[in-house]
């Protein structure tokens, strides 16, 4: 049973425009969640975090929210740009644990 | 130069063969994990060490082995490999002295993508 789920396997977004990725979680025990972006051939990067004590974090053009009552958390990239094309993959943690778990990814494709 | 060094970046092999996958990094850091990521399904830790004397079982080490033969080298082992071994695997280090404890960045190397027949 997956326990972070990206429902989304591909997004389409014109450049430009906001770009919404989505996870969903199912452990109230996780306590830190991370966004990585994957190229073709590279390894995942990291983009950025949020601690459950924080609602939201802001890095340029990258915000995510996390919404702990709906065991959600999303990513918003504005403007979206071509170099955002990528797989970006949620990935959550818990003191408890010392385990990174990992959603599927969305492919995230940014239309000139 | 690549940090995090992974070889081969590419590799096929034969069912019950035993294959070495290597990771070398230059970053300095103390951690180093062993993920595998398969087709609609996130990555899944291996294996993680956390220095050279403490190794320590992922979500899904049967079948694999590792070995940290120094702070900058973390090599997984598949000793009689099989089909359902075929994905991609990435090594990733992390420093314990930068961030917040448990919680700092992994940096990934590029990956090997392994096929066993």
């Known amino acids: 049973d997956q326990q972070v789920k990206q429902n989304s396997p591909s997004l389409s977004v014109q450049e430009g425009r906001i770009s919404i990725l989505n996870c969903d979680y199912t452990n109230s025990m996780f306590d830190y969640f991370l966004w990585y972006k994957k190229y073709p051939a590279e390894g995942p990067t990291f983009l950025i975090s949020?601690?459950?004590i924080k609602d939201k974090n802001e890095d340029g053009r990258f915000t995510v929210f996390l919404n702990k009552s709906a065991k959600h958390l999303s990513l918003h990239i504005v403007p979206s740009q071509p170099g955002d094309s990528a797989v970006y993959f949620c990935a959550a943690s818990s003191d408890s644990n010392y385990q990174l778990i990992w959603g599927a990814g969305t492919k995230l494709i940014i239309k000139p | 130069d690549a940090d995090v060094t992974q070889t081969p970046r590419n590799r096929i092999t034969k069912t019950g063969k035993r294959i070495m996958l290597e990771c070398s990094q230059t970053k300095g850091h103390d951690r180093m994990y062993w993920y595998r990521q398969d087709p609609g399904l996130g990555l899944r830790l291996i294996y993680y060490s956390f220095d050279v004397k403490d190794i320590n079982k992922g979500e899904i080490s049967d079948g694999y082995s590792v070995s940290r033969q120094a702070q900058a080298k973390f090599s997984l082992s598949l000793e009689s490999a099989i089909p359902n071994q075929t994905a991609l695997y990435f090594c990733?280090?992390?420093?314990?002295?930068?961030?917040?404890?448990?919680?700092?960045?992994?940096?990934f190397g590029p990956g090997t993508r392994l096929l066993v027949l």
């Open positions: 990733a280090t992390s420093d314990s002295t930068a961030g917040q404890g448990l919680y700092e960045t992994q940096y």
């Open positions: 949020i601690s459950s």
